[in-house]
């Protein structure tokens, strides 16, 4: 089946870091990706959304300068946590479809921890 | 009205027993939907699509569609306690074919050895 790997799945740093954070598609075109957001006990919310060579459309309330999106390839996004607070920890989800109507394959995550 | 709303449960069953699901949605031209597991603090994985009217099957899983009631619903047959998790459906948000999903608030499943 589809395989979407996202990397690091775990991340602790001080406070004014930056985080980078990449998803890739391993055995698909990812023509668009997700960037998700979920805070414990809570549900899925859906930060941007990226296609590949443009610029990514962020959600409402969600800082673009903040969180940078990338899609630099049909495989590959990443997401850069700028200035990271600990009001930013959290876990990020980032997911791929290879067209509109087909389901959206997850990646395994990534907990961020800011001390 | 949420576009895609669920109960969030929780649902307990006890094992062995059938699981069902439900999911209703607003948006008669929806045309897709998805059913995805959450396991608590780890990410959605796909379990089952239905595009078609009726039933599908995968194993100990089915997926049921009704366009004209609008309602979706994921059948577990024979439950185990490793069904235990956070089930989500979704369906593509409006016909703009932008791939965005729009999610229930999930269903909370225990299974009770």
């Known amino acids: 089946g589809a395989v979407v790997s996202q990397h690091p799945s775990r991340v602790i740093c001080k406070s004014g870091t930056s985080v980078k954070i990449e998803c890739r598609s391993l055995d698909f075109q990812a023509t668009t990706m997700f960037w998700y957001r979920q805070f414990p006990k809570q549900s899925l919310m859906l930060m941007a959304t990226s296609n590949e060579g443009s610029k990514a459309t962020y959600e409402q309330g969600v800082e673009k300068d903040k969180f940078l999106i990338n899609h630099a390839s049909l495989t590959l996004s990443t997401l850069t946590v700028t200035s990271a607070h600990p009001e930013d920890s959290s876990f990020y989800i980032c997911?791929?479809?290879?067209?509109?109507?087909?389901?959206?394959?997850f990646g395994d995550g990534t907990r961020l921890s800011i001390l | 009205q949420k576009e895609v709303e669920q109960n969030s449960g929780p649902l307990s069953v006890p094992e062995g027993a059938i699981a069902s699901l439900n999911c209703t949605y607003s948006?008669?031209?929806?045309?897709?939907f998805f059913w995805y597991r959450q396991y608590s603090g780890k990410s959605p994985e796909l379990i089952m699509f239905?595009?078609?009217?009726g039933d599908k099957e995968d194993g100990r899983f089915t997926a049921q569609l009704n366009k004209a009631s609008q309602y979706v619903s994921l059948l577990i047959r024979d439950s185990q306690p490793s069904d235990s998790a956070t089930y989500l459906c979704a369906s593509p948000r409006g016909s703009g074919n932008t791939g965005k999903l729009i999610f229930g608030q999930g269903t909370t499943l225990q299974v009770k050895p």
């Open positions: 948006d008669r031209g929806s045309q897709s």
């Open positions: 997911s791929a479809t290879s067209r509109g109507n087909q389901p959206q394959h």
């Open positions: 239905i595009y078609s009217n």
